[in-house]
């Protein structure tokens, strides 16, 4: 196995997946709003402690962190690179090298994500601070005449370029085309997720393949298929067997794994689809996730900014990981997750 595939592979082992930790500044302070807590570099870095502090979840559940460019330089309060905080946990290091969606110029209220100039250097200074894998997410929304085959093609082709470059540093590429489930106005169906999600993921297969990205050294990031945020709601049955068929019909049996972003579902959706999905029968691929609000969501209430929280912080965080370890080996039950 080359050492890409090796990683990708270590990325998707058995009841293991990913932390996205990689929130941006903006993005944190809005977390932390939430619980009335000022964004400075200490409150961020206290907050990333707490997290990767959690060695139960951090050595059982976690394969990897994703982190952010302030994060992955940044140290525990006694001194302890973070990097050095994961590994001895036996969890992977990665980083968000994308610098977000900007307004596409000619389409309105569609985006495509920026950050290619300048990425090589970047990415192999990244490696060097300890980084075996990276994240790319470009944002494709769902509205009246929305997306564009413009949008879906340049986000796509972004995508490959970032990917394409991530390999030639020795970095796994995550390839993240989400669909918007929590975009504007958000009333779309199931069904129409799922004919943009293959479209997308159509679209974005071709690029790779066409920038010569080596698809048994990646990871793909996508949305599940489900109704937009203020559409009509469906079973948990339904979001498996329609995610896993938009899978199959476009995502090669090389790719070793797929890793859900949880976009905007609670804690326990998120779960209850990801378990489900097992039960459908063999996957081609390691199926698993990579979360960030459903990761975070309860820990961070919990810890509200103050240093006597820290253990019952860890203890959410580290039940969420536990159920989403359950999940991606289709173990996963409500009454477990509320037993607890
Ligand atoms: P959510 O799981 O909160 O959607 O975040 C995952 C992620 O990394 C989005 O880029």
């Not at 525990?76 to 596409?104: Q, W, Y």
């Not at 894998?133 to 879906?152: H, M, Y």
């Not at 979001?239 to 090389?254: D, F, M, Q, S």
């Not at 103050?306 to 959410?316: D, G, I, L, S, T």
Request: charged letters at 25%; hydrophobic letters at 40%.
């Amino acid at each position: 196995m080359s050492r890409l595939s090796d990683i990708a592979n270590q990325l998707v082992a058995p009841g293991k997946g990913i932390l996205a930790a990689d929130e941006s500044t903006g993005t944190i302070k809005k977390r932390f709003d939430t619980i009335g807590l000022a964004s400075t570099e200490t409150s961020r870095r206290d907050y990333r402690e707490m997290l990767f502090g959690a060695d139960e979840a951090m050595s059982q559940y976690i394969s990897g962190v994703i982190l952010f460019d302030e994060t992955i330089r940044q140290s525990a309060s006694d001194g302890t690179p973070f990097v050095e905080m994961l590994r001895a946990n036996n969890a992977l290091a990665g980083i968000k090298v994308d610098t977000g969606a900007k307004p596409m110029s000619g389409f309105a209220d569609e985006t495509v994500t920026e950050g290619l100039d300048g990425l090589r250097d970047r990415l192999n200074e990244y490696a060097a601070l300890g980084a075996t894998f990276a994240k790319w997410r470009g944002v494709i929304a769902i509205g009246e005449n929305k997306p564009t085959r413009g949008s879906i093609h340049a986000n796509a082709h972004a995508l490959a370029r970032y990917a394409a470059l991530c390999q030639e540093a020795g970095i796994v590429p995550i390839v993240e085309p989400e669909v918007l489930a929590d975009g504007k106005p958000g009333d779309h169906t199931i069904e129409v997720c799922e004919r943009v999600t293959t479209d997308t993921l159509a679209e974005v297969f071709e690029e790779l393949r066409l920038a010569g990205v080596e698809l048994d050294g990646i990871i793909l990031k996508p949305n599940m298929v489900i109704p937009g945020v203020n559409g009509p709601k469906v079973s948990v049955e339904e979001v498996a067997e329609r995610t896993v068929r938009t899978l199959k019909a476009t995502v090669p049996a090389i790719v070793p794994g797929i890793a859900f972003l949880s976009g905007g579902q609670t804690c326990e959706q998120a779960s209850a689809n990801l378990s489900a999905m097992h039960n459908l029968g063999k996957l081609p691929w390691g199926l698993t996730f990579s979360y960030g609000r459903a990761l975070q969501a309860d820990a961070l209430a919990a810890w509200a900014g103050k240093p006597e929280n820290v253990e019952a912080a860890r203890r959410a965080f580290i039940h969420r990981a536990k159920m989403n370890s359950l999940a991606s080996q289709g173990q996963w039950a409500a009454e477990l997750d509320r037993a607890a």
